[in-house]
Structure formats: C-alpha cells, structure tokens
Antibody
C-alpha cells in the first residue's frame, strides 16, 4: 500500500524557516518514474503547487515562491524534505505531499496524497 | 506560468442532476490535465488524468473531456457523496498550476 505522511512544526514564527518532511512507503524514491511533490492550501482557498523532485534529483519550483523554497530527498530513508524561508502569516496553510509519475515522468499529476499538516504562522 | 480558470466557482445542484464544470487554460496544454475531488478536511483525490482517463476505483458517472485550452468534468447523475470541491491541474508545463476550484453544493 502506497502512503505518504507529512511531519513538521504546527506553529512557526514570522521570519523563521519552515522544514517539512514527507515520509513515503510502498514505493521507492529511487524508482525511475517516481516523483514527490509538495502542495499547500490556505484555509478555504485553492491548491498551490510548491515544488517537486524526481529520482534523478531533478527539481522544479513554484515561480512565485522559488527563491524561498528548497527540496531534497533521502532515498535510503524514504523521505523528501521541503524548506521554506522567511515565513509570514500568509503562509498559513495545510501542506500536502503527493506522488506523481506513476504512469511516467511526463504524467505529473498526484495519484496519491498525504493527509496534510496544518502549519500556522504566528508570533 | 499557465493560468487555469475554473467556472463556476460554486454550483448548486440536486441529487440526480447532470453537472458540468469547466476549466480553461491560458495556453494550449494538449491533454495534460487532471481533475481532483476534495471533501472538507480531507486531501484531494485523483478522479481523471490525461483529460479523459478515469482513475481506478472512480465511479463511471465521472467523465472528463476537452483538449488544448478548454476542458470539462461531468458528473452524469449527482450522488450524495459527490458534494465536494473539484480542482483541475495542468501538467503540460514543469511549473504545475491548479484551478481555483468549484464547490458543488446541495440545492
């Protein structure tokens, strides 16, 4: 069974750096077709893709947030880590990780999602 | 970035109704479009990929159509479990983008 699980702080202070971990099971991050990405959703608002990483270590980032984001993976641990610098109250959202690429690396839609983790930015 | 515009933003319908949601892309994306359903407090779930391919386990009352810049998600006969928010997502570009969502409410 394929699962993804997000973990990280519940509350972050303004200007701090957020670090989130996505732990996957049921598939390997070394699988050539597997891609793991991050998406966020402010309360009551739409989904926003943030970044993703391929097994080759190729990375893509949101145009609007790219300078604040960093994504990496530890294949041996089955983990993908997202860092976002200079957090602000507008970054309050549920952060999801998801798997893509099950039908090939050009098929970048999320077939499996984690349950998400709510991150609140507040002093 | 490719902008995805969904309409309507909210839709009121009754059980048994045929429902259609539209998603428009700001530039041609071929068939690189997916649809998701999201219920309150839950993660989105994949319904449709490649514009019209039904994900495994998704009821056949859901269907997708369209190409390039205009796409539709149709629910042929709305069921109580279908009241939710629906999002489209393009994956033509390596910069992925979602539509703003369509909330399907009980009339």
């Amino acid at each position: 069974q394929v699962t993804l699980k997000e973990s990280g702080p519940v509350v972050v202070r303004p200007t701090e750096t957020l670090t989130l971990t996505c732990t996957v099971s049921g598939f390997s991050l070394s699988n050539a077709r597997m891609i793991v990405g991050w998406i966020r959703q402010p309360p009551g608002k739409a989904l926003e893709w943030l970044a993703h990483i391929l097994s080759t270590d190729e990375k893509s980032y949101s145009t609007s947030l790219g300078t604040r984001l960093s994504i990496s993976k530890d294949t041996s641990k089955g983990q993908v880590v997202l860092s976002m610098t200079n957090m602000a109250p507008l970054d309050t959202a549920t952060y999801y990780c998801g798997r893509m690429g099950v039908r090939g690396t050009t098929h970048r839609y999320f077939d499996v999602w984690g349950r998400g983790t709510l991150v609140t930015v507040s002093s | 970035d490719i902008q995805m515009t969904q309409s309507p933003s909210t839709l009121s319908a009754s059980v048994g109704d045929r429902v259609t949601i539209t998603c428009r892309a700001s530039q041609a994306i071929g068939s690189y479009l997916a649809w998701y359903q999201q219920k309150p407090g839950k993660a989105p779930e994949l319904l449709i990929y490649r514009a019209s391919s039904l994900e495994g386990g998704v009821p056949s009352r859901f269907s997708g159509s369209g190409s390039e810049t205009e796409f539709t998600l149709t629910i042929s006969s709305l069921q109580p479990d279908d009241f939710a928010t629906y999002f489209c997502q393009q994956y033509k570009s390596h910069v992925l983008t979602f539509g703003g969502g369509t909330k399907v409410e009980i009339k």
